[in-house]
């Protein structure tokens, strides 16, 4: 490249990280403001949740005590304003009843360091299966696979699994078995079943699919597509064309699924009797541990907007119409 073609290429690659710059800027804005709406609505709807975090305890002098340190004898709107502020200055308290006196940030920290490889597989298995079932007989086969029967029926197997461990050891029949995991433990054979039911028997497969079936119809008769093809394009070329311009639509279906994920890890969780952070905050809002709610919101959010923000930034690089804001 000649230094005159090299000095005229530079202007144009600035202009283009500028608009990309100045058109991303206001999606990050928004992807805050997400973020910080979360928050303020935990707060708001653990504080309105009948009864107080105290209200099991017997000592009513106790009960006192702690209405006053916990703040919970003032109005609900400055419980908010303070939490919210907390969070602002990384200042997340302690636990009330889940963990009382724990530090939320360590109970988030584990919790989330527990749930994120599971909730990653699961994303990446429904978005490779349903990247792979292709046309649309593939998505309304995915669609059939995330039935409401598969789910219960997969339901179903660690509880049987587990009855059946705890009968051999109450019987002597055999010691516990490496396979078998306590609630506070972690065990492979659940967790390959957790990432099994939340990422093929939830709708986040399916809804992949649609969305690359839908494209994929749409791509077919583009103007580039058939140009290609009347000037006696191969198959193999055509091919090459089609997954370039899949990227984006695969990444807006990634996008897409990934917070309805999210809210399915909390009740997968539960219901696998798994530790994570789906589970940790079943069981603070169950008890009214506003600290820790609002604790696990931050981060399962935050990690919401992270990956959000991070595929809309590759989505927005791969395809120049998006970076220019067209």
């Given at each position: 490249m000649s230094p005159a073609a090299a000095g005229a290429a530079t202007p144009s690659a600035r202009v283009g990280i500028a608009a990309l710059a100045r058109n991303y800027s206001g999606r990050l804005a928004g992807w805050g403001l997400a973020w910080l709406g979360a928050v303020v609505l935990a707060q708001v709807l653990v504080a309105f949740a009948p009864g107080d975090a105290i209200d099991t305890l017997p000592d009513p002098a106790l009960r006192e005590q702690l209405s006053a340190e916990w703040g919970l004898g003032t109005p609900v709107y400055l419980r908010v304003f303070r939490g919210t502020a907390g969070v602002l200055a990384g200042d997340l308290g302690s636990s009330w009843t889940v963990q009382?006196?724990?530090?939320?940030?360590?109970?988030?920290?584990?919790?989330?360091?527990?749930?994120?490889?599971?909730?990653?597989?699961?994303?990446?298995?429904?978005?490779?299966?349903?990247?792979?079932?292709?046309?649309?007989?593939?998505?309304?086969?995915?669609?059939?696979?995330?039935?409401?029967?598969?789910?219960?029926?997969?339901?179903?197997?660690?509880?049987?699994?587990?009855?059946?461990?705890?009968?051999?050891?109450?019987?002597g029949w055999w010691t516990r078995p490496a396979f078998f995991a306590l609630p506070v433990e972690g065990g492979a054979v659940r967790d390959l079943l957790l990432v099994g039911v939340l990422g093929l028997g939830s709708a986040a497969m399916a809804e992949v699919a649609a969305r690359l079936a839908e494209a994929d119809a749409r791509l077919e008769e583009a103007g580039f597509l058939l140009?290609?093809?009347?000037?006696?394009?191969?198959?193999?070329?055509?091919?090459?064309?089609?997954?370039?311009?899949?990227?984006?639509?695969?990444?807006?279906?990634?996008?897409?699924?990934?917070?309805?994920?999210?809210?399915?890890?909390?009740?997968?969780?539960?219901?696998f009797a798994r530790p994570g952070a789906g589970d940790l905050l079943w069981r603070a809002v169950e008890l009214r541990d506003v600290p820790l709610a609002t604790g696990v919101v931050v981060a399962l959010t935050g990690t919401t907007v992270v990956v959000g923000a991070s595929l809309d930034l590759l989505r927005r690089a791969w395809d120049p119409r998006l970076r220019m804001g067209a």
């Open positions: 009382p006196g724990a530090p939320v940030g360590d109970a988030v920290v584990g919790a989330m360091c527990a749930s994120l490889p599971v909730l990653g597989a699961a994303w990446a298995l429904a978005v490779g299966v349903g990247a792979a079932a292709r046309g649309r007989k593939g998505a309304r086969i995915a669609r059939a696979m995330s039935a409401v029967p598969v789910v219960l029926l997969a339901l179903c197997v660690p509880g049987g699994v587990n009855a059946l461990a705890w009968k051999g050891m109450a019987e140009a290609a093809r009347a000037h006696g394009a191969d198959e193999r070329a055509l091919r090459r064309l089609r997954w370039r311009h899949r990227v984006v639509p695969l990444v807006e279906a990634a996008q897409a699924v990934f917070t309805p994920l999210v809210g399915g890890l909390v009740v997968v969780e539960r219901l």
